[in-house]
């Protein structure tokens, strides 16, 4: 994701694998980003993504918009939609469908 993410034009952080909640926000607020994007295909979804939001709110980065996919229930990523994630995809997504909704959410165009 991260290099069709690069390749579409966007600037990626990529953190690498097996980072703590901590670790991400703490990352994401030094970088200022706007965006984080998950990839989670362990099952933790419903601990990773509340606590990052969690922590980002806690540290006045709560507008940073968290987006991610994986392996996970329709139920589930209703609900983390519901605590604030702001879309969320299965793993047979295209990559074209995320790098579109990025798009029209910031209205930018890349090349």
């Known amino acids: ?8 034009g966007f600037e990626v952080i990529y953190t ?5 909640p901590e670790q991400i ?17 362990s099952g933790t979804h419903m601990m990773v993504f ?3 939001l969690e922590l980002l709110r806690e540290q006045g980065a709560g507008q940073t918009v968290l987006i991610g996919g994986g392996t996970m229930l329709p139920r589930e990523m209703r609900e983390l ?3 604030g994630v702001a879309e969320l995809w299965g793993v047979d ?10 798009r029209a959410r910031f209205g930018v165009e890349t090349r």
Do not use: N
């Open 93 to 102: 997504a295209p990559t074209s469908e995320i790098v579109a909704w990025l």
């Open 16 to 20: 690498g694998l097996h980072q703590t």
């Open 25 to 41: 926000a703490a990352t994401a607020i030094q970088e200022d980003v706007d965006v984080i994007g998950l990839s989670i295909l």
């Open 81 to 83: 939609k519901a605590l």
């Open 1 to 8: 994701m991260a290099r069709a993410l690069r390749d579409a």
């Open 50 to 52: 509340p606590r990052i």
